[in-house]
T-cell receptor
Framework: DVKVTQSSRYLVKRTGEKVFLECVQD?????MFWYRQDPGLGLRLIYF???????EKGDIPEGYSVSREKKERFSLILESASTNQTSMYLC?????????????FGQGTRLTVV | GQQVMQIPQYQHVQEGEDFTTYCNSS?????IQWYKQRPGGHPVFLIQ?????EVKKQKRLTFQFGEAKKNSSLHITATQTTDVGTYFC?????????????FGQGTELSVKP
C-alpha cells in the first residue's frame, strides 16, 4: 500500500514562529504536493514539486516555502506563521504520466496559529 | 488562471434520494478525477475519466465526462448514510505540467436516515 505520512496530526504554534510541516511518501513518486483545505474553499494548491529540488508555485504560495532535498520527502515551511494560516494542510503524491495517475494523500495536519 | 468549479457546495438529502454534483473547468481537460473525503479523513481517489463523453459506473455511482472535456458529473443513486462526505473533482494543470492537480471546491453531502 502506498503510504503518505505527515509528521504531525495537530500543531499549535505562535504568531511569528517558523513552522515546518513534513511529508514522506514510500512509493517513489515523482510528484508531491501541499494543499490547504478551508471550509467552502476546497483544496487549494500551495506548492508542488515534480522532482528533487524542483518546485513550482501553486495558487496560494504567499507566506510559504518548500524544500525537496530527497525524492521521498517534501517539506512545507511557514516562514513567519500568522493567524490566517490556521488551516488543515494536506500533502499528496502521485506518479507522473500524461494520462494521469491517482493522488495519494496523507492524513493531514491541522495547524492552529495563536 | 485555470479554474475548476464545482456545484453545489452543500447538498442535504434524505436517505434513498439521488444526488448529483457538477464540475466545470475553464479549460479543456485531458482527464478528470474524482475523490471522496469522509468526515475527519483525507481525500481518497474514486475514479478517472479520460475519453470525451465517457461514462463509468461504480455500483450506485455514475461518473460522466462531457463531450467537450470541460465538465463532469457524479451521480449517486439511492443515497445511503455511508455516502456521507465531500466529493471533489480534480483536473490536471495546463499542459499537464509536473503532475499538477487542481481541485474543485468540493460538494459536501449529508444524508438523513
Amino acid at each position: 500500500d502506498v503510504k503518505v505520512t505527515q509528521s504531525s496530526r495537530y500543531l499549535v504554534k505562535r504568531t511569528g514562529e517558523k513552522v515546518f510541516l513534513e511529508c514522506v511518501q514510500d512509493m517513489d513518486h515523482e510528484n508531491m504536493f501541499w494543499y490547504r483545505q478551508d471550509p467552502g474553499l476546497g483544496l487549494r494548491l500551495i506548492y508542488f514539486s515534480y522532482d528533487v529540488k524542483m518546485k513550482e508555485k501553486g495558487d496560494i504560495p504567499e507566506g510559504y516555502s518548500v524544500s525537496r532535498e530527497k525524492k521521498e520527502r517534501f517539506s512545507l515551511i511557514l516562514e513567519s506563521a500568522s493567524t490566517n494560516q490556521t488551516s488543515m494542510y494536506l500533502c499528496a503524491s502521485r506518479l507522473s504520466g500524461w494520462v494521469g495517475t491517482e493522488a495519494f494523500f496523507g492524513q493531514g495536519t491541522r495547524l492552529t496559529v495563536v | 488562471g485555470q479554474q475548476v468549479m464545482q456545484i453545489p457546495q452543500y447538498q442535504h438529502v434524505q436517505e434513498g434520494e439521488d444526488f448529483t454534483t457538477y464540475c466545470n473547468s475553464s479549460t479543456t481537460l485531458s482527464n478528470i478525477q474524482w475523490y471522496k473525503q469522509r468526515p475527519g479523513g483525507h481525500p481518497v481517489f474514486l475514479i478517472q475519466l479520460v475519453k470525451s463523453g465517457e461514462v463509468k459506473k461504480q455500483k450506485r455511482l455514475t461518473f460522466q465526462f462531457g463531450e467537450a472535456k470541460k465538465n463532469s458529473s457524479l451521480h449517486i443513486t439511492a443515497t445511503q448514510t455511508t455516502d456521507v462526505g465531500t466529493y471533489f473533482c480534480a483536473g490536471p494543470g495546463i499542459y499537464n505540467q509536473g503532475g499538477k492537480l487542481i481541485f474543485g471546491q468540493g460538494t459536501e453531502l449529508s444524508v438523513k436516515p
